[in-house]
């Protein structure tokens, strides 16, 4: 909800640059068709792009991208355990880890807390990353995530219904009514956003979103402060967040994340084949309408898994693919892999940075993403009308 708030408090001033953004999103999909071969296959115009990516000035492999970015989330999640309001070294971590003292202070902050808390926000910044890699992709608008869209906030948004109306109280609940919600919101945006011949275009379908997503989160404002144990229940959808979960609550909604990912990552080629247009996609013989409707119903059950386990968080499934492309020079089936870890990454360290910013209260990493991620946009926004002209 709060960065919820936050986007929102920067839609007016974002407006513009997204309607300035519409052509540029069809003007970069435009140029990657460019490099297209004859057989549908994505070309790089520089000898040996296949496997190097160009990023400034250094040329490196994606190999060697994919695993730098690896090793980046592996120090984040080092980094996660080890800090915070008690400090632990790494070399205290594997004492408290194999101590036989089950009970010692550190024992119970890094086993209970910690790395729960660790693994919860690389699972989630992972899911939204590779969900928001698909999205842009499926949809070709360089603007598009489940947070943008108001995936996310429908999700929030069925969670509430549920406890509103029905008195759920089960994560398997929670989860279940996620992603209900997603597809909820997934509808409205369609409908909002289609024009009057049935087509919409990346402008109107992220305006759309934010209409759907301002809807959604009204709607749950409403319900969370008309009824107290609603508003006790969804505390966390509120303001999301990943500290005091426990993995032992959400098998449903990880088992989804984890699952969803995988089918992205198999599907990769085909997505990677519809980014560059249906025509050159359906010559390269994949079935158009049967990948875009896979790959959005997998979105949605991702969405729906993030916001049941921690809350709406934004900009990490907008941000990533966007840090990813240059690495990959293009590359979707790259990117959707790179794009797991840097989400990953990215999402540990806002929580990192949350601990630490207003010491020693704490910040839901929801608050750090959105404080970064909406200037993020208009950056991305003005920087692609820019390219458009």
Known sequence: MTARGTSAAGTGSTTAAVKQAGQAGQAEVAGQAGQAGPAGQAQDPTPGAAAQAKTGRFTISRVAALVLVAALACVLAVASVSLGSVSVPPRQIIQALTSADANGYNHTVISDMRIPRTIIAMLVGATL???????????????????????????????????????????????????????????????????????????????????????????????????????????????????????????????????????????????????LGEDIAAAAGVHTARTRLIASIVVVAMAGASVAICGPIGFVGFAVPHLVRPLVRGSVEWGIVLSAFVGASMLTAADILGRFALFPAELEASIVMGAIGAPFFILIARQSSKVAS
């Open 129 to 275: 990353g590779v969900a928001g890699a698909v999205m842009q992709a499926v949809t070709r608008n360089p603007l598009a995530d489940p947070f943008v869209l108001g995936v996310s906030s429908g999700a929030g948004f069925g969670i509430t219904a549920a406890v509103f109306f029905f008195g759920a109280d089960s994560p398997e609940q929670f989860t279940l009514m996620a992603i209900a919600g997603a597809v909820l919101a997934g509808l409205l945006v369609i409908f909002i956003g289609q024009g009057t011949r049935g087509q919409s275009s990346p402008v109107r379908l992220v305006l759309a979103g934010m209409i759907g997503g301002t809807v959604m989160t009204t709607w749950t404002s409403i319900m969370v402060y008309s009824d107290d144990h609603t508003r006790e229940t969804v505390r966390y959808i509120m303001i999301g967040g990943v500290g005091g979960r426990r993995l032992q609550d959400f098998p449903l909604a990880i088992g989804l994340a984890i699952a969803g990912m995988v089918i992205c990552i198999l599907m990769s080629r085909s997505i990677g084949m519809l980014a």
